[in-house]
C-alpha cells in the first residue's frame, strides 16, 4: 500500500503554525468534513486542516463492495473479530500525514488528529501509539479498536494529551455503548477524556461542533 494520500487542505492562514489531520468514516472521502472549517470559527488561528482521502477496498459487510475505508469491516458490532491487518496498515498511513506535516514546519506537539466513525478509531489506533506527542485527538461517532492491545502498545507520549470525545445518543451505526466501552477503557488507562453526547444519530451536530470549536482553541497553543 502506498503511503501516500490524496488530501484537500484549508488553510486559516498562508503560514500555518499547526495542523489538524481530519479523517473520514467509512464511504465517505476528504471532502466530507471540509465543509466545517468556517463553523469551527477558528480564523484566529494559523491552521493547515488536512483532510485526506483514505484507500479504496472492498468491505466486508457491504457484501464486498470496493468504498474508501481505513480498514475492513467483518462484523456489525464492529469489535468481534477486527481488521488487525488494515488497521495497522492504515495507521502507517495516518503517521506518514503527520510526518508530512512534521516536513513542513509543524511539529507533532502542535497537530491535532481528529476522526469520524472508522476515522475516530484511526485517530485512537494512531495517537496512542505515536512516539511523540500531539496536540489532542477529537474522536466523533467512533470507538477504541484492537482495545485489548492498547495498553501493551500504547507510548507514554501521549499519556496526558487531551482527548475530546462525542458520540450520538440515536447512533444506529456505532451503539453508543460501543463509545462507552472505549470511554471506560481509556479512562482505565488514565488518559484524559472530554467526553460528550448529543440527541442525534451517526451524525454531527451545531452543538458539538461549537464544543469542538472550544477543544481547539484550548490545546492549539505554542509551547516554544
Known sequence: MSTEL????????????????????LGADGNDFA???????????????????????PITINGGMPMRAWYDLYMMDLVRHEDEKGLRESQQLVQALIARENARGIPTERIVLAGFSQGCAMTLQTGLRLEEKLAGMVCLSGYLPLADKVAAER?????????????????PVVPLIRAEES??????????????????????????????????????????
Open 6 to 25: 490524496a488530501c484537500i487542505e484549508i488553510t486559516t492562514s498562508n503560514q500555518p503554525e499547526f495542523s489538524v489531520i481530519w479523517l473520514h468514516g
Open 183 to 224: 470511554r471506560q477503557r481509556l479512562n482505565e488507562l488514565g488518559y484524559d477524556i472530554e467526553w460528550h453526547t448529543y440527541p442525534m444519530p451517526h451524525s454531527v451536530c451545531a452543538e458539538e461542533v461549537s464544543a469542538i470549536s472550544q477543544f481547539l482553541k484550548r490545546v492549539l497553543v505554542r509551547v516554544d
Open 155 to 171: 507510548h507514554a507520549a501521549n499519556q496526558n494529551t487531551p482527548i475530546f470525545m462525542a458520540h450520538g445518543q440515536q447512533d
Open 35 to 57: 465543509p466545517i472549517v468556517p463553523e469551527l470559527k477558528v480564523d484566529d488561528i494559523p491552521i493547515r486542516f488536512v483532510f485526506p482521502h483514505a484507500p479504496i477496498m
